[in-house]
């Protein structure tokens, strides 16, 4: 009888491990090492295709001054890509261009999925040339395990503010005339959109707790 007890204190305990190594939130990188770009070689809903988002994951948008980041709710502004007449309750520009710079610089923009349902993103610069020409894409947000307790327990640092001209201040190296080979570097393409423990650790802790303090006062 004490066997089977510690069999299932056992099974019950890798069950709860297991839980916290299969839920956690996500970091996708945009478009993989072509990043956030005018490139003919990706599109960018086909991309998005590839991937379940849930609230609270991050969208990694690798990019530089010359492209902006606009993430709207608002399918007629995505249609037109154009977010000038824009309400504030529905569209940001996390990141926005500077048409004039003649040495673009890289900037990394991460963007948190908070909102359930269909979200579109695009840059609107030159006046939604870049939007029109495919850089663009609209995704599914599902419910997934809902958003971090507080903004505090984010996986990835917040990105510009709408209307913001300064980059982010997480900079990347970036090229976009040479861009990597996707299937050279499986390794950081892995690393990007890995699991992000963090944000449901504290949750899965105090469960292991609870089941510890169980397990002792049953025995």
């Known amino acids: 009888m004490g066997g089977d007890k510690t069999i299932v204190a056992v099974v019950g305990l890798c069950v709860i491990l297991g839980m916290s190594v299969a839920e956690g939130y996500r970091n996708y990188t945009v478009g993989d090492d072509f990043g956030w770009s005018e490139n003919p070689k990706l599109d960018y809903q086909t991309w998005a295709a590839n991937y379940t988002f849930s609230l609270g994951d991050f969208l990694i948008f690798n990019t530089d001054n010359n ?34 710079s003649t040495a673009p610089h890289p900037v990394s923009v991460p963007v948190q ?30 419910y997934g395990q809902g958003l971090p307790w507080s903004p505090d327990d984010s996986p990835a640092p917040v990105g510009a503010q709408s209307g913001d001209d300064a980059a982010p201040e997480t900079i990347v190296p970036y090229n976009f005339d040479h861009p990597r080979d996707i299937g050279d570097d499986d390794d950081e393409n892995v690393a990007s959109n890995s699991v992000v423990f963090w944000p449901c650790f504290a949750a899965h802790l105090n469960l292991l707790l609870l089941f510890v303090v169980g397990f002792l006062f049953y025995f």
């Open 67 to 100: 492209h902006s980041v606009v993430q709207t709710y608002n399918s007629t502004i995505y249609k037109l890509c154009d977010d000038a007449d824009a309400a504030d309750n529905d569209t940001i520009e996390w990141s926005s261009a500077d048409p004039s």
């Open 113 to 142: 999925l908070r909102k359930v349902g269909t979200t579109y993103f695009f840059s609107g610069d030159y006046d939604g040339e870049q939007c029109r020409s495919g850089q663009r894409m609209m995704i599914n947000v599902t």
